[in-house]
């Protein structure tokens, strides 16, 4: 597949990049895709949460009455999980959500989502660029060249530049990453994909 490469007023250059078949034309693999998401979205959770056990909440000691003779239950502490105010009876510990995820299901998933995007024609080439300061002026204006305003798009650089960053950073539903950043989650998470020239053969390195 070969698409035309676009300059930062959207207009064609006159250049074609074809995009590499082992990247975005391989037979998506939906299973890879589900574990590679769970993963991300494992890792990202804190695993704090955490509630107090009737050894923990604040209360007496006291026993409340005596062992027998009352006719009912026995009760040897106030904050006795049966009682308001009393310990959660296995409640929430602080643990790790992470796991562990082979490096070529990885790359397998991001091959999948990028041929599902390549085949839905939600992938631009735009020529390499850079922005002499960091304005979200100069970003609006990049994305209203492209007709990509008001929609999710994931810009794809070869390596990283504070400019472009800074200048996207205040823009909702717009998120900018490297090759070496990029992730299944994200790119699933958009609605276009826009690469620079430069980090096509970059990607085509990097999943090979």
């Given at each position: 597949?070969?698409?035309?490469?676009?300059?930062?007023?959207?207009?064609?250059?006159?250049?074609?990049?074809?995009?590499?078949?082992?990247?975005?034309?391989?037979?998506?693999?939906?299973?890879?895709?589900?574990?590679?998401?769970?993963?991300?979205l494992a890792n990202k959770r804190?695993?704090?949460?955490?509630?107090?056990?009737?050894?923990?909440?604040?209360?007496?000691?006291?026993?409340?009455?005596?062992?027998?003779?009352?006719?009912?239950?026995?009760?040897?502490?106030?904050?006795?999980?049966?009682?308001?105010?009393?310990?959660?009876?296995?409640?929430?510990?602080?643990?790790?959500?992470?796991?562990?995820?082979?490096?070529?299901?990885?790359?397998?998933?991001?091959?999948?989502?990028?041929?599902?995007?390549?085949?839905?024609?939600?992938?631009?080439?735009?020529?390499?660029?850079?922005?002499?300061?960091?304005?979200?002026?100069?970003?609006?204006?990049?994305?209203?060249?492209?007709?990509?305003?008001?929609?999710?798009?994931?810009?794809?650089?070869?390596?990283?530049?504070?400019?472009?960053?800074?200048?996207?950073?205040?823009?909702?539903?717009?998120?900018?990453?490297?090759?070496?950043?990029?992730?299944?989650?994200?790119?699933?998470?958009?609605?276009?994909?826009?690469?620079?020239?430069?980090?096509?053969?970059?990607?085509?390195?990097?999943?090979?």
């Amino acid at each position: 597949m070969e698409l035309s490469v676009l300059n930062i007023e959207g207009k064609a250059t006159g250049k074609k990049v074809k995009l590499p078949e082992s990247v975005f034309a391989i037979e998506p693999n939906e299973h890879a895709v589900y574990l590679d998401v769970k993963q991300h979205l494992a890792n990202k959770r804190q695993g704090t949460h955490k509630a107090k056990e009737r050894g923990e909440v604040r209360g007496s000691t006291r026993k409340i009455r005596k062992q027998k003779g009352s006719g009912g239950a026995r009760f040897g502490s106030i904050r006795n999980p049966l009682f308001k105010g009393g310990g959660t009876v296995f409640g929430p510990r602080p643990h790790a959500y992470a796991f562990k995820l082979n490096k070529k299901v990885k790359e397998l998933a991001r091959k999948s989502v990028l041929t599902d995007h390549a085949k839905n024609s939600n992938v631009a080439i735009l020529e390499d660029f850079n922005f002499a300061t960091a304005k979200t002026k100069s970003f609006t204006s990049l994305l209203k060249n492209l007709d990509l305003t008001n929609k999710k798009v994931l810009l794809v650089l070869a390596e990283p530049n504070k400019n472009i960053y800074l200048s996207s950073r205040n823009l909702e539903g717009v998120k900018v990453l490297s090759v070496g950043e990029l992730n299944t989650y994200d790119i699933l998470n958009t609605s276009k994909v826009v690469f620079v020239e430069s980090s096509v053969k970059e990607l085509e390195n990097t999943l090979s």
